[in-house]
């Protein structure tokens, strides 16, 4: 799988909201808005900062966009194929915060993976992204991994150029 965010699906918040309409919520490739609400309402923000670069991704977060109900999107896909994983998109309140991808994924991990002992996901921020994931999904009412399944980092090449040697 190949984790990464966009920032530019930058959407506003409505003036009424009672008159949005929300297509296919939770059937297509953005998750369900009730069950990531809720997830995101129990979920506590990871305030690290990264130890090897310096990386937009993250340092977004502390980003104030006060006129933005969603600053961008990101989500999970296919490494070998490019296309979407159905229901692993995800809107940024502020950023690409750890909680929001967690929930990206960990819907990934959960499609049509049954019988997987691996998964290998390629991520810009994967070094420090992995270090408590673990942890944050045993903590969450709303995040799991299949059980027995071992996930194996990576960072693409597009990006390792600004890591360092001790990031794996």
Known sequence: LVMDGNFKAEHLHPV???DEV???????FMVGRAQYQAH??????????LE????????????????????GIGGCACA????????????????????????????????NTDGLAQALTFYDVNCQYSKHLRWWVDESLHL?????MDIILGIGLWHIHSHQDRCF
């Open 16 to 18: 009424h909201p009672e």
């Open 22 to 28: 929300w297509l296919t919520d939770g059937k297509c």
């Open 40 to 49: 995101l309402t129990l979920a506590q923000d990871s305030a690290e900062h």
């Open 52 to 71: 090897c670069n310096n990386h937009r991704a993250v340092n977004q977060a502390n980003a104030s966009r006060h006129k933005l109900e969603a600053m």
């Open 80 to 111: 070998r194929h490019g296309c979407f994983v159905p229901n692993s998109m995800v809107d940024f309140q502020k950023g690409e915060r750890q909680m929001n991808m967690d929930y990206a994924l960990c819907n990934a991990l959960g499609h």
């Open 144 to 148: 799991t991994i299949p059980s027995g």
